[in-house]
């Protein structure tokens, strides 16, 4: 089916109830394939989300929050072998043995909690990369934590380099392809205002760090783009109030207020010299960055951009409904759009490069940091986070090729897997799916330059899985 043909809105109930129930370890094994698996697909597709919702009569306060697990995916010879395990943070090792929640996060207030059990410990639940052979999974609280490759046992926590007061590290990292770096960011939030670290990895192990950057704004930032002279870091109007926080008159989500009027404040910072231009444009919440490159003198990032956040942020929120079972509020439609930034003159354009409902763009990983041609995203047909197609778009000519699951299946972000030897963003795109209908989550692969013929393979689980938000394919 087609995502492009227009469908009528159905309930989703079951399909809301399924994505916020717990999971659990899985041991290896081999899983079922419908379809053929490409002959030249072979490597490891590591995942990471959350998994914990409930314990005792406690439930989190919305789908994103909750303890990460990560799973692996392997494909060889046509064949698919699979795993999960929880990382074992300090949280997660207590909070496992006395069988309740300890500690708020970053959703949710722990009643009646002393202060200290109010502070939001790290759950390793959002991004997995692997990095110079370490595999890292990363929350929005440092620290994040080392995981083996192959057994997903939790090793230690993470040293990235960043200053060791920075606990509001960035889950999102970005990969820059000319040099083979890692750049990984963190923000400081005080009384006084809002301060940036960046450190770049080099593949032979040494660390460069950006000296801290001063921003205009305390903004709640989960993602930031990079080219390798520049960090790009939009910082919408999603204002950060740090009293009501430490005061405990709210958690973190409840200490954020949305100020469309004052727009984003876009920064461009350089590496080298921690050197920032700032630019302005029109208020739009932003999630996550496409890619970013320079090209003829301009600096050029597209992402996925909401007019308003309502499927996130205020009453009735769709990503807090969901764990009562109910739609909620959707919000706007996260379009795909691009800003071109001219450093030399001091100017930003934006332009919408599709108005429909993306989220989780991506290009093909060897583009990081430099010129795509294809963005690949999920797709919904309505409004809100919950997305049941996978899309590529084509950046010249707006071309948008699509395929539908339909409304009883949840599709995540699609990652690229390289075709080996084979021509720039020929490749294939793995997504995780829930099916309600078979009442199973599931892989499915798309050949990435004829996505809307849909998947050429599946592989099922057997049963369902929440969501997982990010992920990374390793070729082997």
Not at 202 to 215: C, H, Q
Not at 225 to 250: C, E, K, V
Not at 271 to 278: I, N, V
Request: glycine content about 8%.
């Amino acid at each position: 089916m087609d995502a492009n043909t227009p469908q009528a809105a159905t309930p989703r109930a079951p399909l809301y109830v399924e994505l916020a129930r717990n999971t659990s370890d899985r041991a290896e094994a081999e899983l079922s394939v419908e379809g053929e698996i490409p002959a030249t697909l072979s490597g490891v597709l590591y995942r990471n989300g959350p998994g914990i919702f409930l314990r005792g009569d406690l439930t989190k306060e919305m789908i994103l929050d909750g303890d990460g697990i990560i799973q692996r995916l392997e494909f060889h010879s046509g064949h698919a072998r699979y795993s999960r395990r929880f990382v074992r943070t300090p949280k997660f090792i207590a909070e496992a043995a006395a069988n309740c929640f300890l500690w708020s996060s970053w959703t949710t207030a722990l009643p009646g909690a002393r202060k200290e059990a109010q502070q939001v410990l790290s759950q390793a639940g959002i991004t997995t990369y692997l990095v110079n052979e370490t595999l890292y999974a990363l929350d929005e609280v440092a620290p994040g934590f080392e995981v083996d490759a192959d057994t997903l046992e939790t090793r230690r926590a993470a040293k990235l380099g960043l200053p060791e007061e920075d606990r509001s590290m960035r889950a999102h990292a970005r990969y820059l392809v000319e040099r083979g770096d890692w750049l990984f960011a963190s923000t400081r939030m005080n009384p006084h205002g809002m301060s940036i670290d960046l450190v770049r990895h080099r593949a032979n192990g040494e660390r460069i760090v950006t000296p801290t950057i001063t921003a205009p704004r305390m903004s709640y930032l989960h993602d930031f783009g990079a080219t390798d002279r520049y960090a790009i870091m939009i910082l919408q109007p999603a204002i950060f109030d740090p009293s009501r926080y430490m005061s405990g008159l709210a958690t973190f989500l409840g200490s954020i207020e949305w100020r469309p009027s004052e727009g984003n404040v876009v920064l461009l910072v350089d590496l080298a010299t921690d050197k920032t231009q700032r630019f302005e444009a029109p208020a739009s919440w932003v999630w996550h960055i496409g890619n970013a490159f320079e090209q003829n003198e301009e600096v050029i990032i597209d992402f996925a951009g909401y007019d308003d956040p309502g499927h996130f942020l205020g009453h009735g929120a769709q990503l807090a409904a969901v764990m009562r079972g109910e739609d909620g509020v959707r919000g706007a439609a996260g379009h795909l759009r691009r800003y071109t930034i001219t450093p030399h003159s001091g100017r930003l354009a934006q332009t919408i490069m599709s108005d429909g409902n993306f989220e989780f763009p991506s290009s093909d990983p060897r583009f990081c940091g430099i010129p795509h041609r294809r963005l690949y995203a999920t797709r919904g047909l309505q409004p809100g986070m919950l997305h049941s197609a996978i899309a590529a778009l084509d950046t010249k000519t707006g071309q948008l090729d699509s395929f539908d699951f339909g409304l009883h299946v949840n599709v995540l972000e699609p990652i690229f897997a390289p075709q080996r030897e084979g021509k720039p963003e020929e490749g294939w795109l793995i997504t995780q799916t829930l099916d309600t209908k078979r009442g199973t989550s599931g892989f499915a692969i798309l050949d990435a330059s004829n996505v809307s013929a849909g998947p050429v393979a599946t592989v099922q689980l057997g049963e369902t899985m929440p969501i997982s938000f990010h992920g990374q394919w390793v070729a082997r």
